[in-house]
């Protein structure tokens, strides 16, 4: 009988520990939160940080149509228009080849980090597939659902179907450029047109 009376006080005290609200149990430096409660679901992913040198802000439409109509990726001594895909290839590239900073930087369309960090930079390569089509004298492809235009020549050393061939990236260091695995450290500058 003593045992079952041991029995019955520990199962009620077990029963009380257990019905006792959860605001019962907080002290003073442990308060229920105050305001909206939180969203119940999936935690939004946090977008990747962007790379060193990636803007922090999108150019207004406005602003890169008007870069585009100015063509601001001319320059005196940059890469001038031609008429077809193969009058594109350098002589020498190293001779006619410029960086954005040496054209005045880049005023084009930036693509959003969230899809540029999904389907651009070194681990997200592609083959163009078909010779780029030349329009207002410089070349471009689509490629993920942006357009980029060739503002650069591509090297007299390339395949003349490298476009075909080789695995290409587009990566960004103050304005876009295409990169060739089977070519490394060679950056041909594109802009991505609207």
């Excluded at 005196?76 to 190293?94: L, M, S």
């Excluded at 369309?109 to 780029?132: K, N």
């Excluded at 490629?143 to 395949?159: H, K, N």
């Excluded at 695995?167 to 304005?175: A, F, L, M, P, S």
């Amino acid at each position: 009988m003593k045992l079952l009376r041991i029995l019955c006080t520990s199962v009620v005290i077990l029963l009380f520990a257990v019905a006792v609200p959860a605001s019962a149990q907080r002290g003073p430096d442990k308060e229920k939160p105050q305001g909206k409660p939180a969203k119940q679901g999936r935690a939004a992913k946090p977008t990747p940080p962007p790379k060193a040198g990636y803007p922090a802000h999108m150019r207004a439409e406005r602003d890169v149509r008007a870069w585009q109509d100015k063509r601001g990726w001319r320059h005196p001594e940059a890469w001038q228009e031609h008429a077809t895909w193969r009058e594109h290839q350098a002589k020498v590239w190293a001779r006619e080849h410029r960086t954005w900073v040496q054209r005045g930087g880049y005023g084009g369309y930036y693509i959003p980090p969230d899809r540029f960090h999904l389907y651009f930079g070194p681990a997200h390569f592609f083959r163009i597939r078909t010779a780029p089509v030349v329009v207002t004298g410089y070349p471009r492809f689509q490629y993920r659902g942006f357009w980029f235009m060739f503002v650069d020549p591509w090297p007299e050393y390339w395949t003349e179907t490298w476009y075909e061939t080789d695995d290409v990236y587009i990566d960004y260091d103050d304005g876009y450029y295409l990169y060739n695995r089977r070519h490394p450290g060679v950056a041909i500058a594109v802009a991505v047109i609207l």
